[in-house]
């Protein structure tokens, strides 16, 4: 076949949307090669062997080095594919940005002799049609994503004309609303600084992980976060929050390129209370940062009394912090003490004299020096129960200042 019939062939396979596989198996039939189309991740989206070679697919290629090295011009070398240690002639795909790799790979009967390169006017006009088709699949997936985007935003700020509205939505989402959901906000954070190509690819993940993980879910992007609207599993009801905690736990695995965090709103029956769980899990997501001893989700109704402080204003929470325990910090600083984290232990941990000591590394009558020094200071006695739930109140403030790590 000529080049002139090869192209027209293309052209066609286009016009009848064969898709990728449809131009891979063309140019299989073409050059009796085969042929294997990857993203730039290595990712198979195509794999056709004529029926002479006895080469099984995979889902995911090592792409050699000399491929990514010489980005934007064919190249060729040797490849490991099950085991075996096979020629590939490769063309990159994708003219600004790498966006696939397309592989020809010889077959081990044929001589060093034989040219694949040959068919390189071949392999360049299938990697264009590629290019063109997968560009045109990302179009409909920021399509699909947009509309999505837009019913999840609608959901969370109550903007549907009524339930059965809503419900018939959901079900083009795949989405049942009978039962009781909950809003998790996730929020990704950057590795490195050249990994702000892969939130799209990172995003997607999180909607497939609960699409599979918790049927029923949907998944929305707003202002760069990530939103969750998910059903809660019958047999779930009764431990929802370490149920969720172990949801997020995998999902930090599948996606650990990226570190993230989320915050949880309360649990409703309601779809009407979406807007609330929303709110709430924003909050959770932003005090979380703040008071948060490890990575685990924050939910909003075990933060406490240290969400009331939220939306009060710096000044606000400054003043109320050193008239409580100002005079503490004082002497931290003049005398490089501590004594801010031996109370902040010491009312953690439920006043418990030997623990506090042993988490502390200090002697029993060490601390007790501390405490006594402490009410000094303060003037006050922390046997009073006001007085312990003011300074305690105060030590989250702290937090959410930024003046101290709770540890």
Not at 110 to 136: D, N, R
Not at 267 to 281: D, F, G, K, W
Not at 372 to 397: M, W
Request: negative net charge; aromatic residues 10%.
């Amino acid at each position: 076949m000529n080049l002139a019939d090869f192209l027209r062939k293309i052209a066609t396979a286009q016009a009848n949307s064969m898709g990728v596989p449809g131009l891979s198996r063309i140019l299989m039939n073409e050059i009796n090669m085969p042929v294997i189309i990857t993203d730039d991740k290595g990712r198979v989206l195509s794999w056709h062997c004529p029926p002479s070679v006895a080469l099984f697919p995979e889902e995911r290629i090592m792409l050699p080095s000399t491929i990514q090295n010489q980005r934007g011009i064919p190249s060729e070398g040797i490849i490991s594919l099950k085991g075996k240690k096979l020629k590939y002639f490769c063309w990159p795909i994708g003219e600004a940005k790498i966006i696939g790799y397309l592989l020809l790979i010889e077959k081990p009967e044929q001589s060093s002799e034989t040219k694949p390169l040959l068919y390189g006017q071949f392999a360049e006009a299938v990697s264009l049609a590629v290019m063109v088709e997968i560009m045109h699949q990302r179009e409909i997936v920021d399509i699909e994503k947009n509309y999505k985007d837009e019913f999840v935003r609608d959901l969370i700020f109550n903007n549907f004309d009524g339930i059965d509205e809503v419900i018939r939505l959901g079900k083009i989402w795949g989405c049942n609303f009978s039962g009781a959901h909950f809003v998790m906000v996730i929020e990704l954070l950057n590795k490195s600084s050249n990994m702000e190509a892969n939130r799209l690819e990172a995003s997607l993940n999180i909607e497939k992980f609960f699409i599979e993980k918790v049927p029923g879910s949907i998944v929305g992007e707003m202002a760069h976060f990530q939103v969750v609207i998910t059903p809660l599993p019958k047999e779930q009801a009764d431990d929802w929050h370490n149920y969720t905690r172990d949801l997020f736990a995998t999902l930090s695995s599948i996606i650990s390129d990226w570190d993230c965090i989320a915050g949880v709103g309360k649990l409703y029956e309601s779809i009407n209370m979406l807007y609330r769980s929303y709110q709430q899990a924003k909050v959770a997501l932003e005090l979380g940062k703040l008071v948060q001893h490890d990575c685990s989700p924050a939910f909003f109704d075990e933060l406490g009394a240290v969400r009331l402080f939220y939306n009060q204003s710096e000044q606000d929470l400054d003043e109320f912090y050193k008239e409580a325990i100002g005079p503490l910090e004082k002497y931290d600083q003049e005398n490089n003490g501590s004594l801010l984290m031996t109370l902040w232990h010491y009312l953690r941990d439920g006043r418990d004299i030997k623990n506090v000591s042993t988490k502390l590394f200090i002697h029993t009558n060490t601390l007790r020096y501390r405490l006594k020094k402490i009410e000094e200071l303060l003037g006050a006695s922390l046997e009073h129960e006001e007085t312990r739930f003011n300074i305690y109140a105060a030590l989250k403030v702290a937090a959410i200042l930024g003046k101290i790590e709770q540890k």
